[in-house]
């Protein structure tokens, strides 16, 4: 077996009127916010896709259905927190991850820093291991009619010595 693996994660959510917008466990000032069964951070539900993946665990619908009550509302740090202990419990640890998130608005520059925060704290790994990039899709498709936002990730993991 390698001691390192990567995993991949995508995720989109519809843009809608009367809930709040959450991207990596931040909560920002929109007129709009993603609909979903959790909190529909789609940048945290890309990142557990992408640690679930590199430790081949399926992904985050299996382990958090959509159907179950339990998770209605849910603030996706919990997810991802519950993500990380469950990959831990197999020997892994996360070296880095990379997660792009796709949207023509609100601008998410001056977040950037606090998300990085927020997720390092959450997966209890160094800042610098951490980062967020975003990009407009120049008005094309559904993230650029902001019918919705779309988020990548990508993780390195490892086996704890």
């Known amino acids: ?15 809608v009127e009367d809930r709040e917008l959450w991207l ?3 909560k920002l000032e929109h007129t709009l916010g993603l609909l979903g069964h959790s909190d ?15 430790a081949a665990r399926r992904d985050i619908g299996y382990h958090f259905p959509d159907t179950d ?3 209605k509302g849910a603030d996706s740090k919990r997810l ?6 469950l990959i831990g419990r197999d020997g892994w640890k ?7 998130i796709m949207a023509e608005r609100p601008k998410l520059k ?8 927020c997720l390092a704290d959450v997966m209890n790994i160094d800042v610098e291991c951490v980062s ?20 990548s990730a990508v993780a390195l993991i490892y086996k704890a010595q």
């Open 40 to 54: 529909a951070d789609v940048a945290i539900h890309a990142l557990c896709d992408a640690l679930l993946g590199a």
């Open 110 to 117: 001056p977040h950037i820093d606090d998300m990085r925060r």
């Open 1 to 15: 077996m390698f001691p390192f693996r990567i995993g991949q994660g995508y995720d989109v959510h519809r843009l």
């Open 69 to 71: 009550p339990a998770y």
């Open 24 to 26: 990596c466990g931040i």
């Open 80 to 85: 991802l927190a519950e993500v990380c202990t």
């Open 132 to 151: 967020v990039k975003a990009t407009t899709t120049e008005r094309l498709g559904f993230t650029g009619r902001q019918e919705g936002i779309a988020s």
């Open 94 to 100: 996360i070296g880095n991850v990379d997660i792009t």
